[in-house]
């Protein structure tokens, strides 16, 4: 079962003041904490950053509706990750296999930057939500924000568990934590990152969930 907070999740007030702001602006949207998304039985969870305006913030699912949704879902297709097609609506029938996703801050920062306290905050929520996948063998974080609270969730130590792309972290149990950058649209447009960069990461974790078999 996943850990999802509440709708009305009032434990960041900077968040609930900005969640109130976009309900009202945008009445017909998700504005609330993003659900873990995807197969109950995944050996792989997905850990991004936070919501996009744009994104599940409009949608309810993660990285449903913003650019750096074309990018993942894309990827997850070509692993056999994501079965339907993907149309960039919580609507369009896509689902997960062997996958799911979650945010390290389930609700919308402004300007998409969470506070360090806002992170430390959310962490139960995304260390629930990994309890609530006993079979991932294997866990890829989406940038340094995403590596730092999945490092702290997997009970590992940040001195000792430095974020790169294509890194790879052990800790005492548990699955092994993969970084990527992230499949942001400034990262893919600045080729920070690129297509074969990232399915570079997804072909590493197969391999991984391949030699712990
Ligand atoms: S970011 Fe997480 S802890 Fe903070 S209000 Fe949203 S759901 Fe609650």
């Not at 969870?45 to 750096?68: E, M, Q």
């Not at 390290?104 to 962490?123: D, F, G, H, S």
Request: one cysteine or more; charged letters at 15%; a positive charge.
């Amino acid at each position: 079962m996943f850990h999802d907070p509440p709708a009305d999740c009032p434990l960041c007030p900077r968040l609930v003041a900005f969640r109130a702001v976009q309900r009202a602006a945008h009445p017909d949207w998700h504005n609330a904490p993003i659900p873990v998304w995807g197969d109950p039985a995944a050996w792989l969870a997905i850990v991004g950053l936070a919501p996009g305006l744009n994104g599940a913030n409009r949608t309810g699912r993660p990285f449903t509706g913003d650019h750096a949704g074309i990018l993942l879902f894309q990827t997850l297709h070509r692993f056999g990750l994501a079965q339907g097609e993907y149309l960039a609506r919580p609507d369009d029938g896509m689902t997960l296999s062997g996958a799911a996703i979650v945010n390290a801050v389930r609700c919308l920062p402004p300007q998409n930057k969470p506070t360090p306290e806002e992170i430390r905050t959310c962490r139960p929520f995304l260390e629930g939500a990994l309890a609530g996948l006993p079979s991932v063998r294997v866990v890829v974080a989406l940038g340094q924000i995403a590596h730092q609270s999945a490092v702290k969730a997997l009970g590992g130590r940040l001195p000792k568990a430095k974020f790169g792309h294509g890194a790879e972290h052990r800790f005492p149990s548990g699955p092994v934590l993969l970084d990527s950058y992230h499949c942001s649209r400034y990262n893919t447009n600045t080729g920070v990152l690129t297509q074969p960069m990232f399915e570079a990461v997804f072909a590493r974790a197969v391999a991984l969930r391949d030699a712990t078999l």
